[in-house]
């Protein structure tokens, strides 16, 4: 039984002794609890990242705007409010990571599905990303691909996974976009001849606050939510996302959408 189905848990027993009956009735109660408490849990995250995204978003004007006007400060001044910017711009992000994830699990999240040509997005994407990243970013793709997706939600599946690609691995080291069409699926890629996962990290990287190597993980910020978030989303668009890496030589994310219904072959 996983977290999602616990309300609809429950055993059971039409011909069985009423000692095995008694015992199933007490388990289906503790499910019924279970499910009950991990519904407060999730409401409880949502509630407090929201009444704490507010008031933070509001110190991060003020710090934003001081900064603006920086000509008066000193360089220690200086310093110290690009560091408060910094941390509360960090915390903004996490409270709205935690906030998508809580939407997520309530089935919350509306998608906007509509026929998305991937090309001009995912160069859309990679135009950001180099310019935040000050890297370069390879693409490949021959053929025009549309699926259907929501647009937003999909640049915030590639933004996150290119993110990744760009901070657990060197300036020097190339990242590679593809994007292919096999059969009813769009397939795109995203690679990097980075620091790669370990096999048996491979598997839960996409669970919620799960980061491979935490000294490695401090230096580079982050929560560990950006592939959990990634995971949801790709699911709720209708596709799936894997991985491929080795250790020390890179790694290779997959993500597959549904085409759009014009383009499929009968
Ligand atoms: N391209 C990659 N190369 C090597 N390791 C990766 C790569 N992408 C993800 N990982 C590993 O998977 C972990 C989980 O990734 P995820 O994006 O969920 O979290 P994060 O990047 O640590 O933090 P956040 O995305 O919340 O800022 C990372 O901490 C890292 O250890
Ligand atoms: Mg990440």
Redesign the pocket.
């Known amino acids: 039984i996983s977290a999602e189905d616990l309300s609809q848990a429950k055993l059971q027993l039409s011909h069985a002794p009423s000692e095995v009956k008694a015992l199933a009735q007490t388990f289906n109660h503790m499910l019924s609890r279970l499910s009950e408490a991990w519904e407060q849990q999730r409401q409880f995250v949502s509630n407090v990242s929201h009444e704490l995204r507010t008031p933070l978003t509001v110190v991060l004007g003020y710090l934003h705007s001081v900064l603006r006007r920086s000509n008066q400060l000193n360089d220690y001044q200086k310093e110290a409010l690009e560091t408060a910017a910094g941390e509360a711009e960090r915390t903004v992000r996490l409270l709205q990571?935690l906030l998508d994830l809580a939407r997520a699990d309530s089935g919350y999240i509306h998608y906007h599905l509509e026929p998305v040509v991937l090309n001009d997005l995912v160069l859309e994407v990679v135009g950001m990303a180099e310019k935040f990243s000050n890297r370069f970013l390879q693409v490949e793709q021959s053929e025009l691909i549309e699926v259907i997706a929501d647009r937003d939600r999909l640049k915030q599946v590639l933004i996150?996974v290119i993110?990744?690609?760009v901070?657990?691995s060197e300036f020097d080291q190339a990242i590679e976009l593809k994007v292919e069409r096999v059969e009813q699926q769009a397939i795109i890629q995203i690679c990097?001849r980075?620091?790669?996962?370990p096999l048996q990290d491979q598997s839960r990287?996409f669970e919620r606050f799960?980061?491979?190597?935490e000294a490695r993980?401090r230096s580079t910020?982050?929560?560990?939510?950006?592939?959990?978030i990634v995971k949801t989303l790709v699911e709720g668009m209708g596709g799936s996302i894997t991985v491929r890496s080795k250790l020390g030589e890179g790694?290779v994310f997959l993500i597959m959408l549904p085409i759009s219904s014009h383009q499929m072959i009968a």
């Open positions: 990571d996150n993110d990744n690609a901070k657990y990097d980075g620091v790669g996962i990287i799960y980061r491979v190597d993980a910020g982050g929560h560990g939510l950006g592939l959990a790694s």
